[in-house]
């Protein structure tokens, strides 16, 4: 009855939205047209050859859909519900992940199956198009001339079949169908768990993983020979393969075998290579050879080096070799009031001050540990392996020079990450025989870096960036020499300031890129620290953000004849622009200077060095654009602004002020379409922290958690940005002095009605609102989604979605008090909404869903219960089995119309509706 009734409501509502008409013959902007309105999703792509692109485009509620356009021609196909493209190398085929139908899927009941995936498969020369149902993973191969593709079965519902404890945990292939795709002949493969095809598409590998276990083990078909014959590489009955590996320099396949428990479970794992041109299999590591306290498990990842001379596999310690089975307990008379039998039965979990991380945290990452590998390197020459990583040292990157590597262990540092910032020591580790040495401590290990022939090393630490030089064993400050910050110069967390981040190294390992606020830097390795600024110090001298495209994210090293391009950002006017910029030259050149929108690359053709770009502003829709790398032809792919055409859009606005924490803050205001300059406007103010810099960003017309900005902007509302700064230790002060001072520019300016000021923030910028209404009346009504209400509890709190205590965060991150709970107790005090409620006049709407991972609902219901008891008007919108905000779609109409009716209801004086004129009694489910 009760979604009846919400039904009926949002009906109501839609017709009334739909009924309003807007200044200048244009429609009112609706939910229903937010609903309905289509945007690029991500994931375009462009073919290899650069005659195709395809991208995808969806909308808030309803099915996508996929289009593949020539760029030689006006050929383009649509294909509805699709929603994932993979183009051949070749171009001459396409497959296209197709979505189950979206009213299908809302229709599904708790207790039905999960609808599964489809595929299409489009021919791009002839148009001809050919769908399948149920279909999990596919591949095309490198030649273009068949692809691959698993058939998901349905689940079992035998019921014999379910009590059968014999392999009932057993990894089970599927139907596999290998695809020829000029004559569409197909070969099926039954029980296939991996398959691969090699580098030059010779051969199809595959796992077959059977119930009864008969025809487990590895094969191959000869793609070249006729009806591509089926040929064993190793058979075993009840045998579990896996993690197959192709070797394209010396045509070997590495993969695993494992005996199996009664169960299932993968048992003894041995490492295998089979020679394609020999047709031999051998034993590279059995399982008794593996180092003593270590096996091999089957959950695995293998890979070959570059050159193909080393193989990179992990071990595993025993002690971590977990089994999931539970024995029973089943009572009888005999044992019925035995303790040991009772005890079997408790459940217990033991919180230890010892712990290096807490249980909850050990809970939420368990999976991950469970599967965890530690590396090792096979070396082929010598047929032989060396152990890098172990539990003291257990992040080694996997690299592709033959001598070094570089470990990361954060096991020093593990316990005081509840309350600090992750740390690692940096370790170098030798390939051959892998002995460490301590190069660096206490680091952010997402900031060091091996050059590509393992010479130097490069890692941030006290906020300079350092090279350690391998052959001589010394350390230098590379960039000591500038006076530029490579550190985050807007930092204001209480922590240390992480660098601007890295580019990559010089295929010659004698320098690396690095960035500092505005430029791109050239650190060469010599010992003196020599820099140059590769971006000729541009950026600095325009206020240009010059960030080079990662157009190759597979890119290894840069070379002397690369050009790399560059997206600039008008720091400013807040606009973006494309250069370019080469190694050999200094300094940056234009190739397409725009003015107020966003540029941003998206998909890159290697061998054509054909672009696809979007751009964007605030009032313009993404569109698709595709040019050359010199940017003299430029084609515009998509149209979908024309749905623009009908509605009152808007537009933003820059603006700055003085606020009594900073000199000088920034933001934006968005103004309704049909702006009135002589008119004053209610105003809703929606915040983070910093959004300026988003000035000419497209917001999505998204129906949730925040305020679907054109809805509000044509129902004759300003929409207010502001930026906030902050103090380490005043973390709510600050958001009070930026919201007043911005909004009170607004009254200055004769944009606000200084009367009809609204705010709304969710989580993070929730709290600040839920704050800001304690030491201000100047805002008539405020929205807080998952706000903190009492930071002295909220700092022992947990994070449910990854177990971490939220201490780190108050001491160390976002919530920025700098200190701990004894040591700072009054400024997490001063700085809690629910110890300053008392001064609050201003009419509050809390949102929480109750099974929130990020921020204990709890939170919520303690800065309710302050402002109830302190008779202050408090609403608290409960959605019941919900996270951060509300997920299931009738949840997320229900919240942005109570949201806006409140609004209109505190700054508009609209007609209060029944739900907060009287709230809601419970009535039983």
Not at 166 to 192: A, D, M, W, Y
Not at 587 to 599: I, T
Not at 895 to 916: G, R, S, T, V
Request: charge should be neutral.
């Amino acid at each position: 009855m009760r979604i009846n009734i919400l039904a009926f409501g949002l009906i109501i509502i839609s017709l009334l939205f739909q009924n309003s008409t807007a200044i200048a013959g244009k429609q009112k902007f609706t939910i229903e047209d937010a609903m309905k309105f289509k945007t690029l999703s991500s994931g375009s792509s462009i073919s290899d050859d650069g005659n195709w692109a395809a991208y995808c485009v969806s909308m808030d509620r309803g099915n996508p859909t996929a289009y593949l356009q020539s760029l030689k021609d006006s050929v383009k196909f649509t294909i509805e519900k699709g929603s994932r493209v993979i183009i051949a190398k070749k171009s001459n085929f396409a497959a296209i992940t197709l979505k189950p139908d979206a009213i299908e899927t809302e229709n599904l009941k708790p207790s039905d199956d999960k609808l599964k995936n489809g595929m299409a498969l489009i021919n791009l020369q002839t148009g001809k198009l050919k769908k399948f149902e149920n279909i999990g993973s596919y591949l095309f191969s490198n030649d273009s001339k068949w692809i691959a593709y698993k058939v998901d079965a349905p689940k079992a519902k035998d019921a014999k079949d379910s009590k059968d404890e014999k392999n009932k945990k057993k990894i089970l292939g599927s139907l596999c169908i290998l695809r020829h795709l000029e004559s569409g002949t197909e070969i099926n493969i039954s029980n296939v768990n991996e398959f691969q095809f090699d580098t030059l598409s010779k051969y199809f590998f595959y796992i077959v993983s059977e119930k009864n276990g008969k025809n487990d083990g590895v094969y191959f078909r000869d793609l070249n020979q006729n009806f591509c014959p089926e040929t064993v590489i190793h058979s075993t009955e009840n045998t579990l393969y896996g993690n197959i590996c192709w070797n394209m320099q010396n045509n070997i396949l590495a993969y695993t075998s494992s005996k199996l428990e009664n169960n299932g479970d993968p048992k003894e794992t041995i490492l295998k290579f089979f020679y394609m041109e020999s047709k031999l299999m051998e034993n590279a590591i059995l399982a008794d050879k593996t180092p003593k306290g270590w096996f091999i498990p089957y959950t695995n990842t293998l890979k070959w080096s570059e050159d193909g001379q080393r193989l990179f596999f992990g071990f595993k310690p025993v002690l971590e070799k977990y089994s999931e089975d539970k024995p029973e307990s089943k009572y009888s008379d005999s044992n019925f009031y035995n303790i040991d039998t009772i005890l079997k039965r408790t459940t217990l979990q033991i919180w230890h001050s010892k712990d290096l991380t807490i249980n909850s945290n050990q809970k939420t990452t368990w999976k991950q540990h469970k599967d965890k590998i530690y590396n090792a390197v096979y070396h082929l020459k010598g047929q032989n392996f060396v152990q890098l990583a172990d539990s003291a040292c257990d992040d080694v990157l996997t690299v592709d020079n033959p001598d070094y590597t570089i470990g990361r262990a954060d096991l020093p540092f593990r316990r005081e990450s509840t309350w600090n910032t992750n740390f690692s020591d940096l370790y170098l580790i030798s390939l051959k025989d892998g002995k460490r040495k301590k190069i660096a401590t206490h680091i952010k290990e997402e900031y060091s870096t091996i050059s590509p022939h393992g010479k130097f090393v490069a890692y941030f630490a006290k906020k300079q960036w350092m090279m350690y030089h391998i052959e001589d064993d010394t350390t230098v400050t590379a960039t000591k020499l500038c006076v530029n910050a490579f550190w985050d110069e807007d930092n204001d967390v209480p922590n240390e300031a992480p660098p601007y981040g890295y580019l990559g190294w010089m295929d010659d390992d004698l320098s690396f890129f690095v960035y500092d606020k505005y430029d791109v830097w050239r650190l060469y390795n010599d010992k003196g620290g020599t820099l140059l600024s590769l971006s000729g110090a541009d950026g600095r001298s325009y206020k240009h953000i010059i960030r080079i495209a990662n157009l190759e994210p597979d890119k290894k090293y840069f070379t002397e004849k690369d050009t790399m391009l560059v997206v600039a950002f008008n720091e400013e006017k807040k606009d973006f622009s494309f250069y370019y910029v080469e190694p050999k030259v200094l300094g940056v050149a234009p190739l397409l200077e725009l003015k107020g929108v966003r540029v941003n690359p998206v998909a890159y053709s290697k061998g054509t060095k054909k672009i696809l770009f979007t751009k964007e502003a605030y009032d313009t829709i993404p569109e698709l654009w595709v040019t050359n790398f010199s940017f003299k032809d430029v084609r515009q792919l998509t149209n979908l602004n024309e749905q623009l055409d009908n509605f009152n859009w808007g537009k933003t606005e820059h603006i700055s002020w003085k606020s009594p924490g900073y000199k000088e803050l920034e933001g934006y205001i968005i103004k309704p379409g049909n702006y009135d300059p002589k008119k004053r406007y209610p105003v809703i103010t929606y915040y983070y922290e910093r959004y300026s810099d988003r000035l000419n960003y497209w917001v999505n017309p998204y129906i949730g958690h925040r305020p679907c900005f054109p809805i509000y902007s044509d129902d004759g509302y300003v929409i207010f940005v502001p930026d906030i700064r902050y103090h380490a230790g005043r973390p709510g002060y600050d958001a009070v002095d930026a919201l007043v001072s911005g909004a009170k520019k607004l009254v200055e300016m004769g944009i606000a009605d200084s009367n009809a000021i609204g705010l709304i923030g969710h989580s993070w910028s929730g709290y600040q609102t839920s704050f800001a209404i304690t030491q201000t009346n100047y805002f008539k009504a405020a929205v807080a989604g998952a706000p903190v209400g009492n930071m002295t509890s909220a700092y022992s709190g947990i994070r449910l979605e990854s177990g971490l205590a939220r201490q780190f965060q108050y001491e160390r991150e976002q919530s920025r008090i700098g200190g701990n709970l004894w040591d700072s107790l009054q400024a997490y005090i001063k700085n809690s909404p629910v110890f300053q409620a008392q001064g609050v006049k201003t009419p509050l709407l809390i949102m929480f869903g109750d099974e929130d991972p990020m921020v204990p609902w709890q939170q919520g219901i303690e800065l309710y219960l302050a402002m109830r008891r302190l008779n202050k008007d408090c609403i608290f919108l409960q959605y019941e089995k919900e996270p951060h905000w509300p997920n299931k779609y009738y949840n997320r109409i229900d919240y942005a119309i109570k949201m806006k009716q409140f609004f209109d209801a505190h700054l508009k004086n609209a007609e209060q509706p029944d739900w907060m004129k009287n709230g809601k009694p419970y009535k039983g489910e």
